[in-house]
């Protein structure tokens, strides 16, 4: 009885960890050169396996859920604290990198966990492991600067294209149906929210905050949750449409 | 002890201009507090939101573009950003019939007026309406305040009677304090801003599309602000992909704000059915030569 208890507590982080590793284990057996490797990095974007990118495919070194374990015990004391606290450092290493211009940050960010538990793995000396993780985040970074083609082209390098007229633009109808997806009253509060211009904004949103009854903090911060959550929902649908093969 | 990050060097950072050394005490910082993170992410959104709505100034714009938009994803959240305002804009000209009458004609301008002026002048010009309102009230109504006060207090024992309309005319709108809930609106002229961006890329290809909602009688188009105008009259000719001539009018350079010379034109919404357009800026002393040329797709709620 205790045994299902204990399994039933952790059933999110082991959710997690089995999405982790269905997610990062395959792609450290595949073969060095072999096409499907090739094919599947391409795919997905971030790196080419004949760069250093691709030191994470070549390697012997692969992640487990030994290894992972030990990397969430230097994270917290329990699952729970453990498991919050690597999402707070992903969701980091993500912002990191895609603050920084790169493309498809969050396979960036796994680089650098993997990384990172492979130090911890290797009973490397870590005293503050958000600030060795920052240090892996910027080798990372370099390495993929490095790489042939990946500097991102400004906007005014950019030529237009003829559209064909009945071109529908997916992330503008991913939007639409997302926001729909929205409940009634969120999807209110966050048009109210983002309704007006310049200085009337500031006037709408101490408004909308009495009419709400909350502090203009907590407007904002449920503002910007809503937004976020949009903004997920919109990138997901469009990912899918734009690559339905992908997404499969 | 939390580090104390001001919005400009986060703005900076954003934007790719501030120093590496700076950048990296940053990043320090939000790795060591995912607050931090959150509070940059929340900059990054207003950041967005100041350049689908045209409020970064040339420097900051440039560098938004030339820094922020190089990364395919954030072009994307900014095409979100621009969504997320239609949408918003849209729900708003939804529920305006119903709660925001105050936002149409000679209120709205004054509004909007005041909205543009510092805020110790906003209040000094709210307290002098309100003066001259009280100055008004007792010249020209107090003299027979004692009467009015005997038949307002017989209809003040039916509250669900409309209020009293006096044979006196009210004071013109401007004169009106802010804080009248009904102030008096002249015919309403409900105008839709439309901001024309050349943000056609390689792999986000797309023409500004507009979606004009119900209820509006003017488009406004606005151009990027950072144009470079030659003196005299500017023109602003709509025709058809086609080249069928739609529409010339002049356009209004300027603004109430300094440093924000946006370029506008008014066109009537009937006269813009839906359909994709070819926008030129054009001098009216040489209206062969375009200044610029805009593409857009106007369709109807």
């Known amino acids: ?248 | 002890m939390r580090p104390t990050v001001d919005n400009e060097t986060v703005r900076a950072y954003l934007l790719g201009t501030l120093p590496e050394t700076d950048a990296a005490r940053l990043e320090q910082a939000y790795f060591a507090d995912s607050a931090l993170a959150d509070e940059i992410a929340a900059v990054e959104q207003d950041l967005m939101d100041a350049y689908v709505r045209d409020e970064l100034s040339a420097v900051e714009r440039q560098s938004f573009e030339e820094h922020y938009l190089a990364s395919p994803v954030h072009r994307q959240r900014t095409a979100m950003a621009a969504a997320l305002r239609t949408a918003a804009a849209e729900h708003r000209a939804d529920v305006a019939p119903a709660t925001g009458a105050h936002e149409s004609g000679l209120w709205r301008r004054s509004v909007e007026f005041l909205s543009g002026v510092p805020t110790p002048l906003r209040w000094s010009a709210m307290a002098a309406a309100v003066l001259i309102a009280l100055v008004w009230w007792a010249t020209a109504i107090a003299p027979d305040a004692g009467e009015d006060a005997r038949s307002r207090q017989a209809q003040s024992d039916q509250p669900s009677n409309p209020p009293t309309v006096t044979p006196t005319p009210p004071p013109k709108a401007p004169e009106q304090p802010p804080s009248n809930p009904d102030p008096p609106i002249p015919a309403r002229t409900t105008r839709v801003t439309f901001l024309l961006a050349q943000v056609v890329t390689r792999n986000d290809s797309q023409q500004a599309a507009f979606v004009v909602p119900p209820g509006v009688d003017e488009i406004e188009l606005r151009f990027p602000p950072d144009l470079q105008l030659p003196a005299g009259r500017v023109l602003v000719e709509i025709r058809t992909p086609d080249e069928v001539f739609v529409k010339r009018v002049p356009a209004t350079a300027g603004g109430s704000s300094i440093g924000n010379r946006a370029v506008t034109a008014v066109v009537p919404q009937a006269e813009l059915p839906s359909g994709d357009y070819l926008v030129s800026l054009m001098a009216a002393a040489e209206p062969n030569v375009p200044l610029g040329r805009y593409s857009m797709r106007i369709t109807r709620k």
């Open chain 1, 1 to 248: 009885m205790q045994q299902q208890n204990g399994k039933d507590a952790d059933e999110t982080f082991h959710a997690h960890l089995r999405g982790k590793l269905a997610r990062i284990v395959p792609a450290a057996h595949v073969v060095v050169n072999s096409a499907e490797a090739v094919a599947a990095c391409t795919r997905r974007g971030c790196y080419d396996v004949k760069s250093p990118m691709s030191s994470r495919v070549r390697t012997d070194w692969q992640l487990n859920a030994e290894t992972l374990a030990r990397l969430m015990g230097r994270l917290g004391r329990d699952v729970a604290e453990a498991g919050e606290q690597y999402e707070h450092l992903r969701r980091t290493l993500v912002r990191f990198f895609d603050w920084r211009g790169v493309n498809d940050a969050s396979e960036c960010a796994d680089i650098a966990l993997d990384r990172l538990a492979r130090k911890i793995d290797e009973n490397v000396e870590i005293a503050n492991i958000q600030a060795f993780a920052y240090g892996i985040a910027r080798h990372v970074l370099l390495e993929q600067s490095r790489q042939p083609g990946m500097r991102p082209a400004a906007l005014h390098d950019l030529r237009a294209v003829d559209v064909p007229e009945d071109t529908r633009d997916p992330l503008r109808d991913c939007f639409d149906a997302c926001l729909q997806q929205l409940a009634p009253d969120a999807r209110s509060v966050l048009l109210r929210y983002y309704a007006a211009d310049r200085r009337a904004r500031i006037d709408a949103r101490i408004a909308l905050a009495q009419d709400l009854r909350l502090s203009q903090n907590a407007l904002r911060s449920r503002a910007q949750r809503l937004r976020d959550r949009l903004e997920r929902c919109t990138l997901q649908c469009t990912r899918q449409r734009t690559f339905p093969e992908a997404s499969r």
